[in-house]
């Protein structure tokens, strides 16, 4: 595909950025069924809910990664092509908490930039922030792809800059899919959601009889890219199948003795910061650290409607 000619304006979309675009198109990305290999730690046919040792041992320090994203805007750009191309504007937010102790935030990284196919689009100032353009592939989910590896270069560079000053048996768990970021060290993806059941019913029934503080056995599973997996249930769920469970992973290319380190390990240590459903609706799955760090992060991500009229301003004055 050649690429898009210069801009010579921005045009925002009048839509509300929660409810998508005009068009009716969806930012969305979809995702392909899993390859599994369940027979890692022990044969598929013997699975059962597994509770660490008690003197399994812990980290001396322990990292929480998140970050969030808000599409500030939908834009179109115009060039000299006839027709317009779509693009959006977002603001972005890392953080990381360190426990060793006691919690505390120890970075905040925000972002703002302006994500278009268009290789040669240029800076949009507003009053009150400015958004680097940032060359995207075309189409809703190369935008929306856009943001993510974006997030994910802000995490990564946080976390390098920050573990340089711990001991080496610190623990980083990165709030969601460990995609784009598999290659840290000492670290596991937390994933509190569950969009699909990627488990055969065998070890599903392992699964949805997890007592609080247990784990299933470590599997293999491969979408796109492959991870080492594992569930682990907390406490303080409804009683529900699924309820209080949720997945962690780490790389594929760890020894099997190492990954199975990291499931005790986590498994051990995670109970102890569930949240509690009077302070979080996402308990106990958002733990307290994340949920802490998520309102800062939320926070500095600054006012929505504030920031939207100052690009549809920005946007007309370019025009001009």
């Not at 290999?37 to 990664?65: A, C, H, K, Y």
């Not at 977002?90 to 120890?106: D, M, W, Y």
Request: some cysteine; hydrophobic content about 40%; aromatic content about 6%.
């Amino acid at each position: 595909m050649t690429a898009l000619l210069a801009p010579t304006a921005y045009t925002i979309d009048p839509w509300d950025p929660s409810y998508g675009v005009a068009t009716g198109e969806e930012l969305d990305g979809a995702r392909s069924d899993a390859v599994l290999d369940v027979d890692i730690e022990m044969p598929g046919s013997q699975w059962r809910g597994i509770t660490p040792d008690p003197g399994v041992s812990l980290p001396s320090t322990v990292w929480f990664l998140d970050g969030v994203r808000r599409i500030d805007a939908h834009l179109w750009v115009h060039s000299s092509d006839p027709e317009p191309v779509q693009g959006l504007v977002a603001s972005l937010a890392a953080g990381l908490v360190c426990c060793n102790g006691a919690a505390h935030v120890t970075d905040v990284k925000v972002d703002r930039s302006l994500y278009s196919p268009v290789e040669s689009a240029a800076d949009l100032t507003t009053s009150h922030a400015k958004y680097v353009a940032r060359h995207t592939k075309i189409g809703p989910k190369g935008l929306i792809a856009g943001v993510q590896a974006r997030l994910a270069e802000l995490e990564a560079e946080m976390s390098a800059t920050w573990r340089e000053q711990s001991p080496g048996d610190d623990l980083l768990i990165v709030d969601g899919p460990l995609h784009g970021r598999g290659s840290l060290p000492r670290t596991v993806g937390y994933v509190k959601t569950h969009h699909k059941l990627y488990l055969q019913p065998e070890q599903i029934k392992v699964v949805v009889a997890l007592e609080p503080g247990q784990r299933t056995p470590v599997f293999v599973m491969g979408t796109k890219w492959e991870r080492h997996s594992w569930y682990v249930r907390l406490p303080g769920g409804a009683e529900l199948p699924w309820s209080a469970v949720v997945r962690l992973e780490c790389s594929r290319d760890l020894p099997i003795e190492d990954v199975v380190a990291l499931a005790d390990m986590t498994t051990a240590m995670l109970p102890a910061l569930a949240s509690t459903p009077h302070k979080d609706p996402r308990a106990p799955q958002n733990l307290v650290p994340i949920g802490g760090l998520e309102r800062q992060l939320r926070h500095r991500l600054g006012d929505a409607a504030l920031l939207y009229r100052s690009l549809r301003a920005a946007a007309r004055r370019a025009g001009r």
